[in-house]
Every structure is written in structure tokens, then in C-alpha cells.
């Protein structure tokens, strides 16, 4: 296989924002959501923002699984789209220096962005004005790259506008065709909430492996306790990755369910904890590590996000996790 993994999701800027709760409060946002906005929203919320400290990132939350899967020296590639702008040819120079390999469609227009605000308890809470993000059409899709992928790895949040969904129908229905894996992330519990008969859906008939967190499995399935969310997201699925944070993670393959132990670390700034997890999990998996093995790895990466600030790690990263790789 060409690739490892084949991303699809929002080519996204990331604009951080360390902020308190009461600022959330001021632009009336429900703390921990990811709120879709237009441009005037966009705006306003960093016109208020102005005298605080932000962060820049190349982002979105499947691209930041790709870059790290390269980060780790897989061979990632991603697909999206973006504006013709100067923001889009600094999106995408970003990509390439990352290493991972471009399918990038641009049409004219704003690329999308996402105001991430985190709070003292690392808590984050996004807004995003998806710009050319929502122009992705069925034929922007790269299909030679998709039948020359291990897996095609899909974000929920792909789910919330008809253009996009018409463009990821038509990447799962050829990885079907050539046996290609299907990873799907459910991205956001209002995600869910939004498109849990579609989800339910795909998670029949096209997705092989699942990462999804507590919130999410329990929209999903009607459950609160882990146990029974994983066995329940079993019946339709042989693997299923469900994420607990500082608990760790659960994770059920060919009927087996194997617990995955946190590291202890200050927590800092969640952003990019869920990316980074699924970035360790399928660079493993792909190597034939063990459950146990990739599981480990994953949740040492979302550690190591978690205690800095932004979704990327800044340095060699295969030295970072040396001790984790086999």
C-alpha cells in the first residue's frame, strides 16, 4: 500500500485562546461545544478576544492525525478543501512541511478556521466558520489514493453540510468496493446528536474501527457506563475505540475488551487529545501492534498533547515516544 492512512475531513487554521469561564459566558457559548458560526460571529469573537494570548496552528481535527502519524514517520496523506487565499497557501505549505501528502482541492473563497477557547481546566470549546471546507464535492475526492490506502480515516463533523457528506459517500462506498479499512471518528457528542441515524448507519455498513469518547458513545447508544457503551457499539462493529481521558481508554476488538491506563501529566490544554490518540492507535495498528501495544502508544501521545499548549508537538516525536514503539 502507497499510504498508511488517507485522511478526509475540514482543513481547518487553528486560533487558540486561553480565556475564563466568564468570557464564555459574555458571548453566551455553552462551554465544551463545538458551535458552527458564520464569518460576522467569527469575527466578533476574536474582535473581543484581541488583548488575549492566541496560538496559530495549522489544524482541523483529522489533519492533526495525519501530521502526527507522519510526525511518528507513517506515511499519511489528506484530503480537503480550502480557499484561494493566503490563508489556504499557508494551510497547505504547512501540510507538506509536516510531510504528509496533499490531495487539497482550492476554490475561491475563505479557508474555514476554528476559534478553540480553553479554559483554566483545560477544557476547550470551538468555534468554527468552516469556510471552502463545505464545498468538498464528490469530485475533489483522490480515488487512486483511497485504493491505495490501509485505511480511510473519516471525521463526524464531515456529516453537517449535504456537499460534504455527497464527497465522503462516495470515498466509503470505493474503499468498499476495493476492501479499503474504514476508521471513522464521531468528532463531537453534538455531532452525534445532530446525525446519530446517519452515524448508526455508516457504522452498519461501511466502518470497520470506531474512535469515539465517552459523551459520544453515550449519544450514540443511550448508555452512561463504559462497559455498556463499547459492548452496545459492539454489536454493530468488531472495533471499537472509546476514549475516557484522564480514566484511560477501552478498547473491544474480535470481542475482546482491553483497558488502556492514562499517563499521569498536569493537564494543560485538551486540544488535539482525541487526534492524537487516534493518530497513535491507527500508526500502530498499521504496524501490527497488539491492541494493548498501539493502545499504549496512543494514550502516551494524548498525554504528552494534553500537557502543552496546541495540538502539536514541536520536536522529534519518534524520540519522544521511543519507549512506546516497537
Not at 483529522?62 to 507522519?70: D, E, G, K, R
Not at 479557508?111 to 477544557?123: C, E
Request: glycine share 8%; charged share 25%.
Amino acid at each position: 500500500m502507497k499510504y498508511d492512512i488517507l485522511g478526509l475531513g475540514n482543513p481547518l487554521i487553528d486560533v487558540i485562546i486561553h480565556t475564563q469561564d466568564d468570557f464564555l459566558a459574555e458571548l453566551k457559548i455553552d462551554k465544551g461545544t463545538m458551535n458552527l458560526v458564520d464569518e460576522a460571529r467569527q469575527s466578533e469573537i476574536l474582535k473581543k478576544s484581541h488583548a488575549q494570548k492566541w496560538i496559530t496552528a495549522l489544524g482541523g481535527s483529522c489533519a492533526n492525525t495525519m501530521v502526527m502519524i507522519s510526525q511518528l514517520k507513517g506515511n499519511s496523506a489528506y484530503c480537503g478543501k480550502l480557499g484561494m487565499d493566503d490563508l489556504g497557501q499557508d494551510y497547505e505549505a504547512q501540510l507538506l512541511s509536516a510531510g504528509v501528502t496533499s490531495f487539497l482541492k482550492k476554490q475561491s473563497g475563505a479557508t474555514g478556521s476554528t476559534i478553540i477557547l480553553v479554559t483554566p481546566d483545560a477544557d476547550r470549546t470551538m468555534n468554527t466558520h468552516l469556510g471552502m471546507c463545505q464545498s468538498l464535492t464528490g469530485e475533489d475526492i483522490p480515488l487512486d489514493a483511497v485504493e491505495n490506502s490501509q485505511y480511510l480515516y473519516i471525521e463526524g463533523y464531515l456529516w453537517d453540510t449535504p456537499s460534504q457528506k455527497e464527497a465522503v459517500t462516495r470515498a466509503l462506498e470505493h474503499a468498499k468496493k476495493k476492501g479499503v479499512k474504514v476508521a471513522m471518528s464521531l468528532s463531537d457528542a453534538f455531532c452525534v446528536e445532530r446525525h446519530k441515524t446517519e452515524f448508526q448507519n455508516l457504522v452498519e455498513n461501511y466502518v470497520d474501527l470506531l474512535f469515539c469518547n465517552e459523551m459520544e458513545a453515550g449519544h450514540m447508544v443511550n448508555r452512561d457506563a463504559p462497559e455498556e457503551q463499547i459492548k452496545e457499539l459492539g454489536k454493530n462493529l468488531g472495533h471499537v475505540v472509546l476514549t475516557l481521558g484522564k480514566n484511560g481508554a477501552m478498547i473491544l476488538n474480535q470481542g475482546q475488551i482491553t483497558k488502556i491506563d492514562s499517563f499521569d501529566v498536569e493537564a494543560v490544554d485538551s486540544t488535539g487529545a482525541g487526534d492524537s490518540f487516534a493518530a497513535g492507535y491507527l500508526y500502530g495498528i498499521t504496524r501490527d501492534y497488539s491492541v494493548k501495544q498501539a493502545g499504549n502508544l496512543a494514550s502516551y501521545l494524548a498525554a504528552t498533547i494534553v500537557s502543552q499548549d496546541g495540538p502539536r508537538f514541536e520536536g522529534d516525536l519518534r524520540e519522544k515516544a521511543r519507549k512506546h514503539l516497537l
